[in-house]
């Protein structure tokens, strides 16, 4: 049933999430995994002084957290060498998406991403009626000319692109990003989602020119920061989109912990590139835990592997069950060929013991199905 | 310059906010303000028990808050006695009424509220496309029947009221409330604003079955409890529209440490009591104070006092700037003939003794101005 005062399209809206959470499924199986590396969280957690910042903000939490994020805005434009103007913080990169979507896309606009790409930038295209081009990865990688070539076919507004690319893993250069801006149809922008950024190569990332009307950008503090639990996020773009921001978004929202959390969390750059090397390990460890049965990794520049099991999308399922069932939770990409991987997000040595133990037996299982 | 790819209602938008900050006031002042008595935040804080699961929970920060709140959500359920079908909880009301309007209002669709109101209600509706009818206050309070007789006519879908009211502190009593529900048009919905129903006389309170398709209420953990800068609020309703809100929401949005704050919170019914005794000594002393200058305090059932200057916007708003120069921040309401006051948060006793000192001082400058 649903509620006759809604709008025709929020009433047309599938009930459809874009992800069911780790302490859902605990609480489906009653009992908590032993290994939880399936959301791309940074199980090396976040530095000591952001957590303690958070901490010592929790005591001021009777305030408001300050609806202009002015320190944090400015250390992030600091440290990208931009001016602030080209900067907004939000509630993460999923709520900054939802943003940019209502900005830029009504009912009948064209978005191209990539088949299998990250589903919540398709959930807010969806939830504001805009319709979705999906061009299918290529070799497990984002076939980026196919976007541009969609792009201009379709006359989309958004070409949505994740480099490095969730769920895969891959990555493109900084030659072909730069290539793909140079090939966007009039009209159009690159919404360059840069979650995974620092598990990258620096020297085959783009230099993007924040005033590039062509591009906006997006980072985060979920992922290598170790923040995914406060939801920091920002954009970096032309000036006059940016501002934009504040027509529409939550002012108020982003709270007065995660403020101070990720204000911390910038300035300690040596944690930053402990928890690089930790990923780059844990990923040389989970490559080695499937070749050890049988199955082929893909390489990586992210803070996960995907790793090919060999067979079609209703076996990765039964293998991400069966993980599942034996204490790992992993997750998979949702639709065909990609979904014949699973997703393994870098753990601790601790974590990858228990997935290196419950992987043959989760393979066996799997096979052993009907 | 408006970006181009804006679609025409964002290109439509004003560049307003809402609110400005007291940060924001700070920065261009120079100076941190003395007394911080102007956002009706909870200047005696969160339980102490909502700190310490806050700063637990911060050094978790590295795992996304469960997307279903699942434990608040029900522990607030258990706490109003409702099924927890019934009720959401997302970023604040602020977010949750973004969410409400985006599921509802279309462009060109109305909605009634008082002028004066609530402008957060409003920006809203702005940003998605709606049209606004303002019903004015009546002897400072909001007209509640009118509200329903300009409901009818303009087919509204959604009508608003906070109650008890903010900016002018008074409520109506359970009797007018369930008078509203009844004459409420078809197809309209009430949106009961509850934010600072915990500081109104209990016996007063309508008594709403959550399962009423005519009404959704919203309730919130910035003000009697303390948690402003946690952004926590919940909305209580029928199913098929609560639900709807999962469609729209930003799923991963409400923060780790929020969810923990705001379940101690909930639990710790004896803070909340101590809170609610030392606002009303404060609401009794902000109202002496001023008796003592003149000028006459509205009656309050919120943890604010309207304190009518006795004059018209523009000498309330130079009395407001005096007392920002003089190290208190307050804040006023914005339209006429509500901005006669000024409206002052429930402070601790030090901060109503700065209070007391600036504001014949305050006066004085604002009566001196050409």
């Known amino acids: 049933m649903t509620d006759p005062r809604l709008t025709p399209l929020a009433a047309s809206l599938p009930d459809l999430v874009p992800f069911v959470g780790p302490e859902t499924l605990e609480r489906r199986m009653d009992r908590a995994f032993t290994a939880r590396i399936g959301a791309n969280e940074s199980v090396f957690g976040p530095a000591p ?3 303690a910042a958070m901490q010592e903000a929790a005591r001021d939490a009777w305030m408001y957290g300050d609806p202009e994020a002015h320190e944090l805005r400015h250390a992030i434009a600091a440290h990208h060498g931009v001016d602030p103007g080209h900067v907004r913080v939000g509630e993460g990169i999923d709520g900054l998406l939802g943003l940019l979507v209502r900005l830029t896309i009504g009912p009948g606009d064209w978005v191209v991403t990539s088949k299998g790409g990250y589903p919540t930038f398709d959930f807010h295209v969806t939830g504001f009626g805009g319709r979705i081009e999906q061009v299918p990865y290529e070799a497990d990688r984002v076939d980026a000319k196919g976007l541009m070539e969609r792009a201009a076919w379709s006359g989309a507004k958004l070409v949505y692109l994740a480099n490095p690319d969730n769920p895969m893993g891959g990555m493109h250069d900084a030659t072909t990003i730069q290539e793909m801006i140079e090939t966007l149809p009039d009209g159009a922008l690159l919404v360059l989602d840069e979650a995974y950024v620092e598990f990258a190569p620096e020297a085959e990332l783009p230099r993007i020119d924040p005033a590039d009307d062509r591009v906006i950008r997006f980072r985060t503090f979920s992922k290598a920061h170790g923040l995914a639990g406060a939801r920091v996020g920002y954009a970096i773009g032309p000036k006059p989109l940016i501002a934009a921001f504040d ?16 204000l911390a969390a910038l300035a300690d750059r040596a944690h930053l590139s402990h928890v690089v090397t930790e990923v780059a390990r844990a990923r040389a460890r989970i490559a080695a835990i499937a070749h ?7 390489p990586s520049a992210t803070n996960f592997v995907a790793i090919d099991c060999g067979a079609d999308g209703a076996f990765a399922k039964r293998v991400v069950a069966a993980l599942g069932d034996l204490g790992v939770f992993v997750r998979m990409p949702g639709v065909a060929p990609l979904n014949r991987c699973i997703r393994v997000t870098a753990g601790r040595e ?3 013991d228990v997935f290196a133990q419950a992987l043959p037996r989760a393979l066996e299982t799997a096979r052993a199905a009907p």
Chains 1, 2 share one sequence.
């Open 247 to 262: 027509r529409v978004r939550n002012h108020f929202g982003l709270t007065r912990m995660a403020q101070a959390g990720a």
């Open 292 to 298: 050890d049965n049988g199955l082929a990794p893909l």
């Open 49 to 51: 002084g952001a957590i």
């Open 350 to 352: 601790a974590d990858l």
